[in-house]
Every structure is written in C-alpha cells, then in structure tokens.
C-alpha cells in the first residue's frame, strides 16, 4: 500500500492557498450522490437513473495548533454575521494528477470543540454546490 504526501499538494479557500500541511492533516472530497443508480422492476428488467447533481463536501482537517484555523473561523464569523463568506476551493496535487475544484462553497459548521490530552485535529466541513473531480495518478 502506498503513502500519499500531503506536502506535494496545494489548498486553495476563497483567496488563501495553503501548502504546508502538518502530521494528522487530511482533505476529503466527497460526492454527496451517486452519479448513477440501478433499477430492476418486478420482471427483472432493468435501467440506470443518471444524476445531474454535483455538489459534494470537502472537509479540510488541520491540527489544532495551525494558524489556518483563524483564517477558517474568520470565514465562519463572516458568513455568520453577514451572510457573506461563500468561497471558491481548489484541491490540486502539485505534481500534476489530481485536481479538485468547487464553486459556491459555505462553512457547513464550526469544528466541535474537544479539549483532551490528545486533542488531534479540527475537521471544517464545507458544502459545495458545485463539485469537480478529476484524478489523474502520480
């Protein structure tokens, strides 16, 4: 099984783009339905439903001790108290390969709160009405 190195991609949310990623960081891009379904009728017949939609979730989990967790509350406080804060986000293996980018993006929820000896990472969870995804190998 092999590794994947986060310090060979890049994130980019609204105007920020990030790189250096710690121990325990991870980004999750994710389809929120199937893009085809399978039906059989009662005669064993069957056809496939094809779906337009496109929007997914990327949930960016960084460690706690990151400075971009103020960036990220900042989005939170702005969408929050204005209504503003929708962002674009960009996911890209610097190498070439794998490009993920989503238009129309709100902060889903502020990461919970969890104050433990092993407090781990902070997961910021963002809706995406518009979601490509492209995967290209290394």
Request: hydrophobic share 30%; charged share 20%; proline share 1%.
């Amino acid at each position: 099984m092999s590794t994947h190195n986060l310090k060979n991609h890049k994130l980019t949310i609204g105007t920020k783009t990030y790189t250096k990623f710690g121990d325990g960081s991870a980004v999750i891009v994710a389809r929120v339905t199937e893009a085809a379904t399978m039906i059989i009728g009662s005669t064993g017949e069957g056809h496939h439903n094809l779906s337009n939609d496109q929007s997914g979730t990327i949930t960016v989990r960084i460690d706690r001790s990151s400075s971009e967790n103020s960036d990220l509350s900042a989005i939170s406080l702005l969408q929050e108290l204005s209504g503003a804060g929708e962002v674009a986000i960009t996911y890209e293996d610097i190498n070439g390969g794998d490009v993920h980018s989503a238009l129309s993006c709100r902060l889903q929820k502020m990461p919970d709160g969890d104050y433990t000896n092993d407090m781990g990472g902070l997961d910021y969870v963002f809706n995406c009405l518009q979601l490509d995804m492209w995967y290209g190998g290394d």
